[in-house]
């Protein structure tokens, strides 16, 4: 009757929490490093004096490379995470079987942690020692603080990262493609990333629970000063 009466109260009851945090984290490290790594690179080879037609060659390779190597970091990435929480399960496997009563009392443990008394985490205690694959489970989450991942989470994640990194850096490479006058056309990418910097920004204050404004302005500032430097660079290298 009672299980009858939480299930009713659950399916009335719908959270509405945030939970792709991990697929947001991805886009927000490939729309980032897309929008301000080209951007800096076009500004240093407009400020050394290149015609459009190279700066979208040299973009172009830029973000092809770029979006491999960031893919790949976060595959190896989530990979690492999958092995680690794999080798932490099969050690935590083996000393349920050879240190039982060891294990249990660290269950007690972390139980009482929360405030619960003795006579009241006893009976769960005793409920998870029957059950060793929910024994498992409540170690690795409440233990160790690890969440089975996703076996898809390597190449779900490579590919995000890689995609938004191209999305993010076709961006300040657009106006050179239509104004064949660099001197023209890094004014216009100018414009046109910085608007799509404080986007961005602002879209990842929004989801990330930080300030929008702030975030915009702070995002904003950090791709402008990247390409500053970068076509400062080139002018003071050209001589």
Aim: without cysteine; proline residues 4%; negative net charge.
């Amino acid at each position: 009757m009672a299980g009858e009466l939480n299930a009713s109260l659950l399916n009335e009851h719908k959270e509405k929490h945030f939970t792709a945090g991990e697929i947001v984290r991805d886009v927000i490290i490939g729309v980032s490093d897309g929008l301000t790594v080209p951007f800096a690179l076009a500004a240093g080879l407009s400020g050394a004096n290149a015609t459009s037609a190279v700066i979208v060659t040299a973009g172009v390779a830029e973000i092809a490379a770029g979006a491999i190597s960031m893919g790949l970091g976060g595959y190896l990435a989530a990979k690492s995470e999958s092995d680690h929480y794999m080798r932490e399960l099969k050690r935590e496997q083996e000393e349920i079987i050879a240190v039982p009563d060891t294990e249990a009392a660290e269950v007690a443990e972390i139980l009482s942690e929360y405030g619960i008394q003795p006579h009241e985490y006893s009976p769960v205690v005793n409920a998870l020692r029957k059950n060793p694959q929910a024994w498992l489970d409540f170690m690795m989450k409440f233990e160790l603080g690890l969440e089975k991942p996703d076996p898809k989470r390597a190449m779900q994640s490579a590919m995000t990262i890689a995609i938004a990194y191209i999305l993010g850096g076709i961006v300040p490479l657009f106006p050179y493609m239509l104004i064949s006058n660099a001197d023209k056309a890094v004014l216009a990418s100018v414009i046109v990333t910085l608007i799509a910097l404080l986007i961005f920004g602002y879209g990842k204050g929004h989801f990330t629970g930080s300030k929008p404004f702030w975030s915009a302005l702070q995002t904003t500032f950090i791709g402008a000063i990247a390409s500053a430097a970068a076509f400062a660079m080139a002018k003071l290298v050209q001589g």
